[in-house]
């Protein structure tokens, strides 16, 4: 008798423990600090590759706008692809002036984000 009321003891906190760790699962996607998440929503990866410093780099677009580099970036950073926002410099080699903001990802990603930003501008 004794040995059965152990069993059916650690059988319910067995029971209790997995369920908690379900709901805690289900909580990231109810509400954070008091904002709904939208459903459709990627889960954040906390489990990201740290990047190789020598990794290429690669420009996939350009603008005149920082608003509209900013709102690319945004984009690309919806679909996990890293990119950086850069000023394009004060010359070119033949004197002419530049403008505008460049668009850079890894090279890597480089086919995946001209998808986005060529569905992001259509």
């Given at each position: ?6 069993f059916?003891i ?11 760790l379900s709901m805690?699962?289900k909580r ?11 459903t459709?929503?990627?889960p954040?990866?906390w489990f ?6 020598r990794?290429l780099?690669m ?6 706008s ?9 984009r690309?950073?919806?679909e996990?692809i890293?990119?950086v926002l ?6 070119d ?6 403008k505008?903001i460049?668009?850079a990802?890894p ?9 986005v930003i060529?569905?992001?501008l259509s």
């Amino acid at each position: 008798m004794e040995v059965l009321t152990r069993f059916l003891i650690y059988l319910m906190v067995f029971g209790t423990v997995l369920y908690l760790l379900s709901m805690w699962g289900k909580r990231g996607n109810e509400e954070i600090g008091g904002i709904k998440k939208p459903t459709g929503s990627k889960p954040h990866s906390w489990f990201r590759t740290k990047m190789d410093p020598r990794e290429l780099w690669m420009q996939v677009y350009e603008t005149a706008s920082v608003d509209e580099a900013r709102s690319l970036q945004a984009r690309l950073q919806e679909e996990e692809i890293e990119c950086v926002l850069y000023e394009q410099g004060r010359k070119d080699i033949h004197g002419n002036s530049m403008k505008g903001i460049g668009v850079a990802v890894p090279k890597t990603a480089a086919p995946h984000s001209q998808s986005v930003i060529s569905r992001s501008l259509s």
